[in-house]
């Protein structure tokens, strides 16, 4: 049996663990259970609803803990409790909201495991999304920031569905109204998030870390954007992949292969496993 060299790695969910037509590779799959059967902990920490996650780390045969929403929310992998969770109040919601609105975008609001839209459901972005995290929206019927209000929903984060070029115009703007009072990240080329200040992947692998009683410095994180960004710079060692956005690729230890070529299990041989 091969030696353990981290003990712990994290890795992203889209672009990072899935490929380009999201799927998970046969050798990442191998990678990881001989990982696994070696005593090392795998961890997937994902911009996705806990219900979206809790399918793909489930068939990998992972067992333990998985995080979602940017690291907003940890659950146990097989009984589906929520250990942590945290929230926009509804206040702060409706108040992001409306800050979107005014510059005329769209929005996806996400409160306790349900997706609120106000994006017509005939939308293509949209219908990608929901094919892609197979949750489907509940359509609001008024403006997003007066349904977030009147029904007093809490929000474990708030997107915008963006055309690519847009992305960075919004980011910034969020960025320079909100960056100190939430986060403001983007987790793919049309998604740009808010989030409770401090409630992100970097946290999420803190708390993994001393859950499972593992050093920090002991750790791996492996994505590919922004939102990857806080995880990558506090793990022992930070990995982008080499289809990451090039912020990511300045900020890490280590630049893989791309998601297509199996960045992950890339990563568990050259990290996780000592070299003999």
């Known amino acids: 049996m091969k030696e353990l060299n981290k003990r712990l790695i994290v890795s992203d969910c889209d672009g990072t663990l899935l ?3 999201h799927i998970i590779p046969d050798e990442v799959r191998a990678a990881i259970c001989d990982y696994v059967a070696a005593g090392g902990v795998f961890a ?22 998985v995080a979602g929403y940017q690291g907003t929310v940890i659950a146990e992998i097989e009984s589906g409790k929520i250990l942590k969770k945290g929230f926009l109040k509804f206040d702060e919601a409706a108040e992001i909201c409306r800050f979107i609105e005014a510059q005329k975008q769209f929005i996806n609001t996400y409160s306790d495991e349900v997706l609120y839209t106000d994006i017509p459901k005939d939308n293509p972005y949209i219908k990608r999304y929901e094919d892609i995290t197979g949750v489907d929206a509940v359509k609001v019927g008024k403006s997003m920031s007066e349904y977030v209000f009147e029904n007093k929903l809490n ?11 847009d992305r960075e115009w919004l980011y910034t703007t969020l960025l320079k109204e909100y960056g100190a009072r939430f986060d403001v990240t983007c987790s793919a080329s049309s998604l740009v998030e808010v ?12 708390f993994l870390a001393k859950h499972f009683g593992i050093d920090i410095k002991d750790s791996v994180a492996i994505g590919d954007n922004l939102n990857d960004l806080s995880m990558i710079k506090i ?17 890490a230890d280590y630049v893989s292969v791309t998601n ?7 990563v568990i041989e050259k990290f996780g496993f000592k070299t003999v």
């Open 195 to 206: 989030s409770p200040l401090g409630d992100n992947k970097g946290a999420a692998l803190e």
């Open 44 to 65: 997937v920490c994902t911009g996705r609803m806990i219900k979206s996650i809790l399918p793909w780390v489930r068939n990998l045969g992972l067992k333990g803990l």
């Open 260 to 266: 297509d070529e199996g960045a992950v299990a890339e």
């Open 155 to 165: 929000c474990q984060k708030i997107t915008s569905i963006v055309a690519p070029s």
């Open 235 to 251: 793990a022992g060692t930070g990995v982008a992949v080499g289809n990451a956005v090039q912020a990511l690729k300045d900020a």
């Open 19 to 21: 490929t380009s037509t």
